[in-house]
């Protein structure tokens, strides 16, 4: 092939609609608050174990325009000061 293209995966909980936005907004700070612990039983909770919020960030960035944002990520991440503005209509409704 004459080009290739990468694109960012981050790798997440994606959760639907079923799954209540307290619920998600809760599991969410839970992760962060054990992190450190749940890093070492599973690597791959490091990534988030630097900076959790801004690993959010940049998954939402890479896929906001491609699938809608569940609303306790959105509370979250407002929370967090990470969420913007202009993705406010990408928050997935029921």
């Known amino acids: 092939v004459e080009k290739i293209v990468l694109l960012p995966f981050y790798y997440g909980f994606h959760v639907g609609l079923e799954v209540p936005e307290e619920d998600v907004y809760r599991m969410l700070t839970i992760i962060e608050k054990n ?10 909770f490091s990534q ?3 900076n959790m ?3 959010q960030r940049a998954g939402v960035a890479s896929s906001v325009n491609f699938v809608p944002v569940h609303p306790g990520l959105a509370k979250y991440m407002r929370e967090k000061g990470v969420w913007d503005a202009k993705w406010d209509s990408r ?3 029921k």
């Open 35 to 44: 992190v450190a612990q749940l890093a070492k039983s599973d690597p791959a």
């Open 91 to 93: 928050i997935a409704k």
């Open 48 to 50: 988030i174990a630097k």
């Open 53 to 55: 919020p801004a690993m």
